[in-house]
C-alpha cells in the first residue's frame, strides 16, 4: 500500500471518529440538559461539515506542497 494511500485512510480515519466522539457528546449534554436538544441545534451540523471540509481542504494543499517541494 502507498504511504499517499495509507495517509488518506489514516486520515478518513480520523475525521470519522471526530465526528462520531462530537455527535454522541452533544447527544450526551443534550440528555444530561447541559445543552439544548437536536431539534434547535441542528444547523450546528452543515456548519461543522463545511468547517472540516475547508480545514481539510487547507491540509491537502499544505501537504501536496510538502511533497512538491522533495526531492527524488
Not at 480520523?14 to 454522541?24: F, K, N, Q, R, S
Not at 449534554?29 to 481539510?56: K, R
Request: aromatic share 6%; net charge negative; charged share 20%.
Amino acid at each position: 500500500m502507498s504511504d499517499k494511500k495509507m495517509d488518506a485512510d489514516r486520515r478518513g480515519m480520523l475525521i470519522g471518529g471526530l465526528i462520531t466522539l462530537g455527535v454522541g457528546l452533544i447527544f450526551l449534554l443534550s440528555n444530561l440538559g447541559i445543552m439544548p436538544g437536536i431539534g434547535e441545534m441542528w444547523p450546528m451540523f452543515p456548519i461543522i461539515v463545511g468547517v472540516a471540509l475547508i480545514i481539510g481542504a487547507f491540509y491537502k494543499d499544505k501537504k501536496s506542497d510538502e511533497s512538491d517541494q522533495l526531492p527524488g
